[in-house]
């Protein structure tokens, strides 16, 4: 029994440690990082943040639409209102997409901090 809980153990414990280099990972710009940036590489990287995020909200979009064609497409059965599913599905692929866009012009505006860093250097 006690070796069942050891190995249990440590596989609880890899699964954390792992969860949270994914969260690391995924993190979003934060303001000390804004702050801290003063070189090209730094604005890089802030800029490649922006597009990872931009990404995602793309992709999240792209899957709100599909749910909203699946709702349109669906029979209403009682209780359900599949049209106003969908009318909510869309709203969100709006936001999302416009979410994304606002990402991508932060990417394009730390690009060109990264480029005017070194023009005054």
């Known amino acids: 029994m006690n070796r069942l809980v050891t190995i249990l153990s440590a596989g609880v414990a890899a ?3 792992s969860g949270s280099a994914w969260a690391a990972d995924d993190a979003m710009v934060t303001p ?3 702050e801290a940036a003063k070189t090209p ?3 890089e990287a802030i800029a490649a943040a922006y597009d990872k995020e931009a ?3 793309e992709s999240t979009a ?3 639409e599909a749910m909203a064609k699946s709702y349109r497409a669906a029979v209403s059965t009682k209780g359900a209102n599949p049209a106003a599913m969908a009318a909510h599905c869309n709203r969100l692929v709006e936001e999302y997409k416009a979410a994304a866009k606002e990402n991508r012009a932060l ?3 730390h690009r060109q901090m990264a480029k005017d860093c070194c023009a005054k250097n």
């Open 15 to 17: 699964v954390m440690l």
């Open 55 to 57: 990404a995602r909200l």
């Open 41 to 43: 590489a730094a604005h």
């Open 107 to 109: 990417a394009a505006a």
């Open 62 to 64: 792209k899957e709100h």
């Open 32 to 34: 000390a990082q804004i």
